[in-house]
């Protein structure tokens, strides 16, 4: 694949193995998108940060001077915007749907801005989860972006697959957390990876530890750190432990996550830009 590769192969000539069509189940991209080097952030199960890492790693991007946006997969329980503070609906034409803008301009489309209240639930069987995934990739008019985020339901169901199946993924980042279960869920996202034939460029141990407001001293709260040896296991080439912050939690409740540190995260984010 070509390092400027737009993933447009309607429009393009070269003969590389990510191109749609042949045996590539790859969909193409809205004619008038375009979108660099997709990641996508993955967990073997819920409620591990996934979304926050997600958020983090796309508003570093941002700073960083990148194009950057965020396709929320997780179509049953988006928390994307919500993070950012973004409460508008998406809008669009006869042709495609534009994503919604943060307020620093990172481009997103999830669930939630297409839905006419917030809280509305989604009661869909996977299939159709899985269809409304792929139009977020075929349908919206991602403008010049440089890293698409994709924040991943839990588990190696439909939506996964489906996004292993469908989109160019450059690399995937684990999140996880200390408990000692960790470790099997992590080897079941390993796995499925290996299976799709899409590289680990890293794994983020989130509520790694608390350190004392008063002492700095580090306390591993929910458990001795497993970060630095399921890395080593896996041949994972980066690692990032996040800290319990009840100030990025608070920042994260009223939707200032871009103002959130995003140092742990700088190793994982050095891989991605190798990738």
Request: charged share 20%; with cysteine.
């Amino acid at each position: 694949m070509s390092e400027n590769c737009t993933h447009n192969c309607s429009s393009c000539g070269e003969n590389c193995s990510s191109r749609a069509g042949g045996d590539s189940l790859i969909k193409p991209l809205h004619e008038n998108a375009s979108v660099r080097k997709v990641i996508a952030v993955v967990s073997g199960k819920g409620g591990v940060g996934k979304s926050m890492t997600t958020a983090m790693l796309a508003a570093y991007a941002n700073r960083q001077g990148y194009t950057a946006a965020i396709l929320d997969a997780d179509i049953t329980g988006p928390s994307i915007p919500k993070l950012f503070d973004v409460h508008e609906r998406a809008t669009g034409y006869e042709g495609g749907i534009f994503p919604v803008l943060s307020k620093s301009g990172i481009q997103m489309m999830s669930m939630n801005v297409l839905l006419d209240e917030e809280t509305q639930p989604v009661v869909w069987r996977g299939s159709l989860i899985a269809g409304t995934v792929t139009q977020f990739w075929t349908d919206v008019v991602w403008q010049d972006v440089d890293y698409m985020f994709v924040d991943m339901p839990p588990g190696t169901g439909d939506v996964p697959l489906t996004i292993f199946q469908s989109l160019p993924l450059a690399g995937i980042v684990i999140v996880t957390t200390p408990q000692d279960l960790v470790s099997m869920i992590v080897e079941k996202a390993v796995n499925m990876a290996k299976m799709m034939n899409v590289p680990i460029l890293g794994i983020v141990e989130n509520m790694s530890y608390f350190a004392c407001p008063d002492c700095g001293k580090k306390h591993e709260i929910f458990g001795k750190s497993r970060v630095e040896e399921l890395a080593r296991a896996f041949e994972i080439p980066s690692f990032a432990r996040m800290p319990v912050d009840p100030v990025a939690a608070e920042k994260a409740d009223l939707g200032k996550v871009e103002e959130i540190d995003p140092s742990p995260l700088l190793p994982v984010f050095a891989e991605i830009e190798k990738a």
